[in-house]
């Protein structure tokens, strides 16, 4: 599914990542856990296609096809989605009508037909009632004076509606209580399937007890360092970063 | 000294120029050499449909300066009515259009500049608004690249009056929209806002002046635009508030996006106060399109030009959604997700 192999970007001409290797198969789900300033993010926003991120070398890859020669919403219509850190918020624009344009938008790049309205409300409605979300906050501007947990469920439900094949998730935890972390954790573990891959980025230990990885990985000074199963993340929180940030 | 006057006398010396403090941004008299003969007469019956004919249930027509002028709305009665300002060929032409609307009268006048040709046209329009009374103006502005308008208003408000204006313009050659109202304070509410959407090498110019002379009033006021190409846009908003005229509550924003390096926006919003009891604020931002935002909507799917528009719509959302007139409100988001691509 994802290869990156070697990859090296920078962003203001600093190198951030640098020689950042990483296979993720179908089916799998990865956690990428690091130190704060170990490129986590900056691996999600060069995957995703971010202006102001340069890959100087290596590359990635999704299925075989070179991701990074294509534009950021040319990837999300190949399957590509990044569940935000801290989502935006999109004044004057009603959350279903910024979905119903994203999900129309990558139909049309993929040659498919475009979903009419009632289609689309049906799908909204059995989609919010599963991760509990209130049809009629979907009506109003796209996380516009949402909570953080509100903005993080969000983002869930995006990432419900457009089904992607690929789903990065960064720092999803931050800023949700147990609840809504339990519901949020519901709603990414129902995306799990044999033809689907997650890149789970997490400062913290706490959100795999909810989704369980397959592999874990330690991002420190902008490559992988160590790599393991579950357990290794165990052993992250009890021993912190600390061995893994001087050996980068 | 007036652009009425220039007209009339053919004197251009007698244009407004950017030696006047109200002018400099928009130099009539630097642009016009020589003021162009008058227009010709114009046959209504044969000119096409106006933006909003069919909301209205009284049409007048104003074409090349010439037509009725006078909107009257008797105590207690509603009336929409369709005011459409019509200049064709390359002439000049003023007009004037008084509006009186009586105790408790409500009336929601359509607004439409329509133009086509070099002309240089102006209109004066006076509106006065008893006690009570209830106006909602909205202004569709869709001149020629080449023509040069000057719509100037004057409003007065009666206490308890109620007066909400929205001007959409898509700028012409040179366009001056000017609004002055004045405030009796007494509970009447004013709102003035404004859309200017511009391309290419257009020009919109949005003055207002509230005066605010006594107790009591509030001023509500909000204009958004969008520049692109060469454009430029003028913003001035002055709210004065007189000495006694306490608990006045007047709020102005003026926020633009500029598309293009060679845009221009010009904004000058003025509060001069010389009450002590009042609550006032302005704000004013001039900038691109938040990035972070762009990148939210591309990487959801939407290519660059989709997710442009439908942020830049948004942007302009907020003023066109203060509109009233449920008609007027579809007519004019229509005329705006056009000019924006949408």
């Known amino acids: 599914m994802l290869s990156v192999s070697n990859l090296h970007a920078t962003v203001d001409d600093k190198e951030i990542l640098k020689g950042l290797s990483l296979d993720v198969p179908a089916g799998e789900v990865h956690a990428i856990m690091g130190p704060n300033g170990a490129g986590k993010s900056t691996l999600s926003y060069v995957l995703t296609g971010r202006q102001g991120y340069e890959v100087t070398q290596g590359g990635a890859t999704l299925d075989g096809e070179d991701l990074l020669a294509l534009e950021a919403n040319e990837r999300a219509a190949k399957g590509v989605f990044l569940s935000f850190q801290y989502p935006l918020e999109i004044p004057g624009v009603p959350a279903l009508t910024f979905i119903r344009t994203a999900l129309n938008a990558q139909k049309k790049a993929r040659g498919e037909p475009e979903v009419t309205a009632p289609e689309f409300l049906k799908l909204a409605r059995a989609k919010a009632a599963e991760l509990k979300i209130d049809f009629d906050m979907l009506k109003r501007a796209l996380n516009v004076g949402f909570s953080g947990g509100e903005k993080k469920r969000m983002e869930i439900f995006q990432m419900a509606m457009l089904s992607p094949r690929f789903l990065i998730l960064d720092e999803t935890d931050s800023g949700l209580d147990v609840d809504a972390l339990r519901i949020v954790a519901d709603g990414v573990n129902a995306l799990r399937s044999p033809e689907r891959a997650m890149l789970v980025i997490t400062h913290y230990q706490r959100l795999l007890d909810y989704i369980k990885p397959d592999r874990v990985h330690v991002l420190a000074g902008g490559k992988i360092v160590a790599s393991g199963g579950p357990e290794l993340a165990l052993e992250l929180e009890r021993e912190g970063y600390e061995k893994y940030a001087r050996a980068a | 000294m007036s652009v009425a006057s220039a007209i009339k006398t053919r004197d251009a010396a007698e244009l407004p120029g950017k030696r006047d403090e109200d002018w400099r941004w928009t130099d009539l008299r630097g642009l016009i050499r020589q003021v162009p003969a008058p227009s010709a007469a114009l046959d209504v019956a044969s000119l096409p449909a106006g933006p909003f004919d069919a909301l209205a249930d009284e049409l007048l027509v104003v074409a090349n300066g010439q037509g009725a002028a006078h909107i009257g709305v008797e105590p207690g009665e509603t009336k929409v009515v369709a005011l459409r300002i019509v200049s064709r060929g390359d002439g000049s032409h003023a007009a004037r259009v008084s509006v009186d609307v009586e105790v408790a009268?409500?009336?929601?006048?359509?607004?439409?500049?329509?133009?086509?040709?070099?002309?240089?046209?102006?209109?004066?329009?006076?509106?006065?608004?008893?006690?009570?009374?209830?106006?909602?103006?909205?202004?569709?502005?869709?001149?020629?690249?080449?023509?040069?308008?000057?719509?100037?208003?004057?409003?007065?408000?009666?206490?308890?009056?109620?007066?909400?204006?929205?001007?959409?313009?898509?700028?012409?050659?040179?366009?001056?929209?000017?609004?002055?109202?004045?405030?009796?304070?007494?509970?009447?509410?004013?709102?003035?806002?404004?859309?200017?959407?511009?391309?290419?090498?257009?020009?919109?110019?949005?003055?207002?002046?509230?005066?605010?002379?006594?107790?009591?009033?509030?001023?509500?006021?909000?204009?958004?635009?969008?520049?692109?190409?060469?454009?430029?846009?003028?913003?001035?908003?002055?709210?004065?508030?007189?000495?006694?005229?306490?608990?006045?509550?007047?709020?102005?924003?003026h926020h633009a996006l500029i598309l293009s390096d060679r845009a221009e926006v010009d904004a000058k919003p003025e509060l001069e106060i010389y009450a002590d009891d009042v609550s006032c604020a302005h704000g004013n931002t001039v900038g691109a399109l938040d990035e972070d935002a762009l990148f939210y909507a591309r990487q959801r799917g939407m290519p660059e030009a989709v997710a442009r528009a439908l942020l830049t719509e948004a942007f302009i959302g907020e003023v066109i959604d203060r509109i009233d007139h449920e008609g007027a409100r579809d007519v004019v988001r229509a005329w705006a997700a056009e000019r924006l691509g949408a």
């Open chain 2, 105 to 253: 009268g409500n009336l929601t006048i359509l607004e439409s500049y329509e133009g086509e040709g070099a002309y240089l046209g102006q209109t004066g329009l006076i509106l006065s608004l008893a006690k009570d009374a209830v106006v909602e103006r909205i202004i569709l502005a869709a001149d020629d690249a080449e023509g040069v308008t000057v719509s100037q208003a004057q409003v007065d408000l009666a206490p308890g009056a109620s007066f909400a204006q929205t001007v959409l313009t898509g700028g012409a050659r040179r366009q001056r929209l000017e609004t002055i109202v004045r405030h009796p304070g007494g509970h009447a509410d004013l709102r003035l806002d404004g859309v200017y959407l511009l391309a290419d090498k257009r020009h919109a110019d949005l003055t207002t002046s509230v005066t605010h002379a006594a107790v009591d009033g509030t001023t509500q006021q909000l204009t958004k635009g969008v520049v692109r190409d060469q454009a430029r846009a003028v913003f001035q908003g002055k709210i004065i508030v007189a000495e006694g005229a306490d608990r006045t509550d007047a709020r102005m924003g």
